[in-house]
């Protein structure tokens, strides 16, 4: 899967005024929320797990993501960090492991963080320069079975752990299929879509023509996911 397949959708905000000019807006208040104060440092996991943003901080360098800082301002959280990928699809294997420990460290562990903001250090060219998650995704598409959340572990998250990066293919003998199967696949794709869907390029910063670079990443994560959102919940509908 390639980042064009996504194009469309990640370049909405692109079509309205509107739009860009609520992004700009956005944009000139998220510098202050990577100040000193709001620092989080890692913290050594307690048990039972608390499910805090220095526990999400710890596990990230335990899993080789080379963490720049992380903040935290009202419920949300703003990651930066060092990709070690050098192709799109290791870049891909990277956010995944990330969500994977989002999941388990923070969201399935009761955390009312409501978004991740994440911005890589050290983009190679044609590479996102950030995306984010919305907590809601993975109360909708990915909530554990019950008592499930006991057994996760992020200590050592595998690369692809539970995210679908690709569309399941039908290669089930005979065609036969699970109901309930293809229903957890479906949540896995749309999910995955709604990250992917989130992702900031260089040619979108450069459109909005904010001054700051990590203000104006942030804030076009924020309207794609809220774009993203919107478009999902309207296909939910429908399907009713």
């Known amino acids: 899967m390639t980042d064009d397949f996504y194009s469309p959708s990640r370049r909405r905000f692109l079509g309205a005024a509107a739009g860009a000019a ?17 620092a989080v440092e890692p913290e050594q996991p307690t ?25 935290e301002e009202d419920d949300e959280l703003f990651l930066t960090y060092r990709s070690d990928a ?52 993975v109360h909708r598409f990915d909530s554990p079975e019950e008592d499930a959340d006991a057994n996760e572990d992020p200590e050592d998250v595998e690369g692809n752990e539970s995210v ?7 290669d089930s003998e005979g065609n036969e299929t699970d109901g309930t199967d293809n229903a957890l696949d479906m949540n896995q794709i749309t999910l995955w879509s709604n ?3 989130t992702k900031v390029y260089q040619e979108d910063v450069d459109a909005l023509g904010a001054d700051n670079e990590t203000d104006a990443t942030n804030a076009t994560i924020a309207d794609n996911a809220s774009a993203t959102d919107t478009g999902t919940e309207s296909e939910t509908e429908g399907d009713d």
Not at 22 to 38: D, E, H, R
Not at 48 to 54: A, K, L, M, S, W
Not at 55 to 60: A, K, P, S, T, V
């Open 22 to 38: 609520t992004l700009t807006a956005t944009a000139g208040c998220l510098g202050s929320v990577l100040s000193a104060s709001n």
């Open 47 to 71: 048990e039972p797990r608390e499910g805090t943003p220095g526990e999400f901080y710890y596990f990230l360098e335990a899993n080789d993501i080379e963490v720049d800082r992380l903040a």
């Open 86 to 137: 050098e192709t799109v699809e290791e870049s891909d294997e990277e956010i995944t492991i990330i969500y994977e420990i989002y999941k388990q460290a923070l969201i399935h562990r009761g955390s009312e963080i409501t978004f991740l903001y994440t911005e890589i250090a050290n983009p190679f060219e044609g590479q996102a320069l950030g995306w984010g998650i919305n907590s809601e995704w």
């Open 164 to 170: 679908e990066t690709e569309p399941a293919g039908d």
């Open 195 to 197: 990250i992917m869907n």
